[in-house]
């Protein structure tokens, strides 16, 4: 009787173990596949590859950088705009809104995040770019028209309106983490600043400094989420391999290069050069990833990403 | 001196006061944009949205059209996805909760958590090297496949979560009336986490229902009815991209309406999964 037991408990535990086995072959298959896929421009081109900045498929050109460009600043346009945000309405939600407040807006942010990108892009394409062309845009050429990120021509389509898109979508996962790493740091503090006579606000600048590298989490979280975005960014950056400094030009990401352009790719050569710059969207973002729950767990908040995609 | 003294105190109230407002403002500017975004696609969807929209094929500008079988092919490809992933996510995520304190489990749960984080469209292209290009077409089988990797990791994690929330007095129980350590998680310890690992399960669902980047080169599309996994098949958001880039009025409005039926899907399960769990929080 205890003998079937232990062979039952054997067979039971390598079923489980295979299951989560197979979460670490999925990632080393991924790496794997990618790379071996990537060889005839990897082989052909090197480094010369990530520097290069003309992309002509047709006379087998690859410069990658103008996507890496516009991933760079897609991304921290959405980061500029979506952390001082997302820090306030965290911070509204366990400092200072009463729970039967705090609840449901939580929700409604959470809500944000469970929209679909081709969704964000369909509202990007017929709300957000007539607004951008027709008000906008408008207002920023009149008022900082002599910086060179606001000239060139208005068409509503580019890099300003993938980076604000990109913002709406990293808002509700920034605000959950540092919901979490917030919610991570002892009452007990806040009732020490508060007995010496702090105010509720100043009370909070202190809780802030100690979840600090718990916000850099979150930070890097979203920015993370923001290099991989695809089919939003895909549907309003223009799809144009440029590098131009100004925010109305379309531009091009490396994930919404590959959107665009990897189903028509059936030379060998040009899938080649579109998988070796998704290898290189892939290990950037893992380290990304990593390094957020790295920083996460740091302080002791809910590490598990799982809360929220 | 008691003056300076009273403006310092009022500088710290008012300064105070501003930032409770601002943060009050960043609060209810995320929600207006919500609530913005969900009735502009309401007002948008219902104008074109009739039976016959729901079943029709796409056809040519100005026939009409539908979305018949971009339902029927999101439907069977994540159908596809729960059949390979949900058993396999679970059984990982009852792995790490009642086996993974060890160095093995913190590599997986970092991986996992890693994974979740990796960009859609990379699994896209992963999918194609593994499984579109031996088999020379994009299939219903390669978008189910994509769609079963990206649910994983996330059903392996809330699994794990909702089996922590079982107490330890029940394992205990259970091995001290003879019973084997297997029997003890899967009699007694799934049972308990049963309808935490199905919310959770429900919102994996949702979040796939809602990808597109790893069909659009896996599963491609199809303008007809296909119930065969290996062909190509169409899903609603490839064809909600497709009419949204399309340049004609007519396939704008049916993008809206195919929205209105996905948005609707995804708020209705997780608007339902926060019922349901509404004690928990």
Same mark, same amino acid.
């Given at each position: 009787?205890?003998?079937? #037991?232990?062979?039952?408990?054997? =067979?039971?535990?390598?079923? &489980?173990?295979?299951?989560?086995?197979?979460?670490?072959?999925?990632?080393?298959?991924?790496?794997?596949? *990618?790379?071996?896929?990537?060889?005839?421009?990897? %082989?052909?081109? #090197?480094?010369?590859?990530?520097?290069?900045?003309?992309?002509? !498929?047709?006379?087998?050109?690859?410069?990658?950088? !103008?996507?890496?460009?516009?991933?760079?600043?897609?991304?921290?346009?959405?980061?500029? &705009?979506?952390?001082? =945000?997302?820090?306030?309405?965290?911070?509204?939600?366990?400092?200072?809104?009463?729970?039967?407040?705090?609840? !449901?807006?939580?929700?409604?942010? %959470?809500?944000?995040?469970?929209?679909?990108?081709?969704?964000?892009?369909?509202?990007?394409?017929?709300?957000?770019?007539?607004?951008?062309?027709?008000?906008?845009?408008?207002?920023?050429?009149?008022?900082?028209?002599?910086?060179?990120?606001?000239?060139?021509? &208005?068409?509503? =389509?580019? *890099?300003?309106?993938?980076?604000?898109?990109?913002?709406? *979508?990293?808002?509700?996962?920034?605000?959950?983490?540092?919901?979490?790493?917030?919610?991570?740091?002892?009452?007990?503090?806040?009732?020490?600043?508060?007995?010496? #006579?702090?105010?509720?606000?100043?009370?909070?600048?202190?809780?802030?400094?100690?979840?600090?590298?718990?916000?850099?989490?979150?930070?890097?979280?979203?920015? #993370?989420?923001?290099?991989?975005?695809?089919?939003?960014?895909? *549907?309003?950056?223009?799809?144009? !391999?440029? =590098?131009?400094?100004? &925010?109305?030009?379309?531009?091009?990401?490396?994930?919404?290069?590959?959107?665009?352009?990897?189903? %028509?790719?059936?030379?060998?050569?040009?899938?080649?050069?579109?998988? %070796?710059?998704?290898?290189?969207?892939?290990?950037?973002?893992?380290?990304?990833?990593?390094?957020?729950?790295?920083?996460?767990?740091?302080?002791?908040?809910?590490?598990?990403?799982?809360?929220?995609? | 001196?008691?003056?300076?003294?009273?403006?310092?105190?009022?500088?710290?109230?008012?300064?105070?006061?501003?930032?409770?407002?601002?943060?009050?403002?960043?609060?209810?500017?995320?929600?207006?944009?919500?609530?913005?975004?969900?009735?502009?696609?309401?007002?948008?969807?219902?104008?074109?949205?009739?039976?016959?929209?729901?079943?029709?094929?796409?056809?040519?500008?100005?026939?009409?059209?539908?979305?018949? @079988?971009?339902?029927?092919?999101?439907? $069977?490809?994540?159908?596809?996805?729960?059949?390979?992933?949900?058993?396999?996510?679970?059984?990982?995520?009852?792995?790490?909760?009642?086996?993974?304190? @060890?160095?093995?489990?913190?590599?997986?749960?970092?991986?996992?958590?890693?994974?979740?984080?990796?960009?859609?469209?990379?699994?896209?292209?992963?999918?194609?090297?593994?499984?579109? $290009?031996?088999?020379?077409?994009?299939?219903?089988?390669?978008?189910?496949?994509?769609?079963?990797?990206?649910?994983?990791?996330?059903?392996?994690?809330?699994?794990?979560?909702?089996?922590?929330?079982?107490? @330890?007095?029940?394992?205990?129980?259970?091995?001290?009336?003879?019973?084997?350590?297997?029997?003890?998680?899967?009699?007694?310890?799934?049972?308990?986490?049963?309808?935490?690992?199905?919310?959770?399960? $429900?919102?994996?669902?949702?979040?796939?229902?809602?990808?597109?980047?790893?069909?659009?080169?896996?599963?491609?599309?199809?303008?007809?009815? @296909?119930?065969?996994?290996?062909?190509?098949?169409?899903?609603?958001?490839?064809?909600?991209?497709?009419?949204?880039?399309?340049?004609?009025?007519?396939?704008?409005? $049916?993008?809206?309406?195919?929205?209105?039926?996905?948005?609707?899907?995804?708020?209705?399960?997780?608007?339902?999964?926060?019922?349901?769990?509404?004690?928990?929080?």
């Amino acid at each position: 009787m205890a003998q079937t #037991g232990a062979i039952g408990d054997k =067979i039971f535990r390598t079923i &489980l173990l295979l299951a989560a086995a197979s979460i670490l072959l999925i990632v080393v298959a991924i790496f794997y596949m *990618m790379v071996q896929n990537s060889l005839p421009t990897l %082989e052909r081109f #090197g480094i010369g590859f990530l520097t290069g900045s003309e992309w002509r !498929p047709a006379q087998e050109e690859f410069g990658a950088l !103008p996507f890496i460009y516009g991933t760079l600043v897609s991304s921290l346009i959405a980061l500029v &705009l979506a952390v001082p =945000i997302s820090l306030g309405i965290a911070i509204f939600l366990v400092e200072q809104a009463p729970i039967k407040i705090a609840r !449901p807006i939580a929700f409604m942010v %959470e809500l944000l995040a469970a929209i679909p990108s081709v969704v964000y892009g369909l509202w990007g394409i017929f709300v957000l770019a007539p607004f951008i062309r027709n008000h906008l845009g408008v207002f920023l050429q009149d008022y900082l028209g002599w910086l060179p990120f606001f000239q060139g021509r &208005l068409t509503g =389509i580019g *890099m300003l309106t993938a980076g604000i898109i990109l913002a709406l *979508m990293i808002t509700p996962i920034i605000t959950a983490v540092v919901r979490d790493v917030l919610e991570a740091v002892p009452t007990t503090q806040r009732e020490a600043a508060l007995a010496l #006579g702090a105010t509720k606000w100043e009370t909070t600048t202190i809780v802030l400094g100690n979840a600090a590298s718990g916000i850099a989490g979150a930070v890097v979280l979203g920015l #993370g989420r923001a290099i991989g975005e695809t089919m939003a960014v895909t *549907m309003v950056i223009g799809n144009s !391999p440029q =590098i131009s400094a100004s &925010l109305f030009e379309p531009a091009n990401t490396i994930a919404s290069l590959l959107a665009a352009n990897f189903a %028509e790719a059936t030379d060998r050569i040009y899938l080649s050069a579109l998988i %070796e710059i998704g290898l290189v969207l892939f290990l950037v973002t893992f380290v990304v990833n990593a390094l957020a729950k790295l920083l996460i767990m740091s302080v002791g908040g809910n590490s598990s990403s799982s809360k929220h995609v | 001196m008691a003056n300076t003294e009273q403006s310092v105190h009022r500088k710290r109230r008012i300064v105070n006061s501003l930032m409770t407002i601002l943060t009050a403002a960043c609060a209810v500017f995320a929600t207006s944009i919500l609530l913005f975004i969900i009735s502009y696609i309401a007002i948008q969807g219902f104008s074109s949205l009739s039976f016959q929209f729901l079943t029709d094929t796409p056809k040519p500008v100005g026939e009409g059209g539908g979305i018949g @079988n971009a339902i029927v092919g999101s439907a $069977m490809m994540t159908a596809l996805a729960v059949v390979l992933g949900l058993p396999v996510g679970i059984a990982a995520g009852v792995y790490l909760a009642e086996y993974g304190k @060890n160095w093995f489990g913190n590599i997986v749960r970092f991986v996992a958590d890693t994974l979740i984080g990796i960009p859609s469209i990379i699994i896209g292209i992963f999918i194609y090297t593994l499984v579109v $290009m031996p088999m020379g077409r994009q299939s219903g089988l390669a978008g189910g496949l994509a769609l079963a990797i990206i649910m994983l990791p996330i059903v392996a994690r809330t699994t794990e979560e909702m089996i922590r929330l079982v107490p @330890n007095s029940m394992r205990e129980g259970a091995l001290a009336l003879g019973a084997p350590q297997w029997r003890v998680s899967w009699n007694i310890v799934l049972p308990a986490a049963a309808s935490g690992i199905a919310t959770g399960a $429900m919102l994996a669902i949702a979040r796939i229902t809602g990808e597109t980047a790893p069909l659009l080169f896996t599963a491609l599309n199809s303008r007809f009815y @296909n119930f065969f996994y290996d062909q190509p098949m169409s899903s609603l958001t490839v064809q909600i991209y497709n009419y949204a880039t399309g340049p004609f009025e007519v396939e704008h409005a $049916m993008a809206w309406a195919a929205t209105l039926i996905l948005v609707g899907l995804i708020l209705v399960i997780n608007i339902f999964v926060r019922f349901l769990t509404r004690k928990k929080f």
